[in-house]
């Protein structure tokens, strides 16, 4: 039987920034969904670390703060991270931008070879 996540995820390429407890580093979401994401960076993260975590959306004047977030799993330089703590201001803002990603790809001609 397959592994079936919660939430729908999207891929993405959306600059982000993090620090821990004793690193600070900057990396790319590769997906992003409403309960975590995944990013690709120079800095290693192990499981379990606990980070904070902007994430810059390209036509935004402000990233989005996850004020707490937790690795999940590390391979090589991508982490996944679960989202722990978000402001009500940046839950409806991930909420609002997840639901525009979701209306774009639905607008997306698939092609059948």
Same mark, same amino acid.
Not at 21 to 35: C, D, F, K
Not at 45 to 68: C, G, M, N, W
Not at 89 to 96: G, R, S, W
């Given at each position: 039987?397959?592994?079936?996540?919660?939430?729908? /995820?999207?891929?993405?390429?959306?600059?982000?920034?993090? %620090?821990?407890?004793?690193?600070?580093?900057?990396?790319? @979401?590769? &997906?992003?969904?409403?309960?975590?994401? $995944? @990013?690709? $960076?120079? #800095?290693?993260?192990?499981?379990?670390? @606990?980070?904070?975590?902007? @994430?810059?959306?390209?036509?935004?004047? /402000?990233?989005?703060? #996850?004020?707490?977030?937790? %690795?999940?799993?590390?391979?090589?330089?991508?982490?996944?991270?679960?989202?722990?703590?978000?402001?009500?201001?940046?839950?409806?803002?991930?909420?609002? /931008?997840?639901?525009?990603? &979701?209306?774009?790809?639905?607008? %997306?001609?698939? $092609?059948? $070879?």
């Amino acid at each position: 039987m397959g592994y079936h996540r919660k939430n729908q /995820r999207f891929d993405v390429r959306f600059s982000s920034t993090f %620090v821990g407890e004793a690193l600070a580093g900057q990396g790319t @979401i590769t &997906n992003l969904s409403v309960g975590g994401c $995944s @990013i690709e $960076s120079k #800095i290693t993260l192990t499981a379990h670390s @606990i980070v904070a975590l902007k @994430i810059q959306f390209p036509d935004s004047p /402000r990233p989005l703060e #996850i004020a707490q977030a937790v %690795v999940r799993w590390a391979h090589g330089n991508t982490f996944g991270l679960e989202f722990q703590a978000l402001s009500e201001t940046d839950t409806t803002l991930l909420q609002q /931008r997840l639901q525009d990603l &979701n209306h774009t790809t639905a607008q %997306v001609p698939h $092609s059948f $070879s």
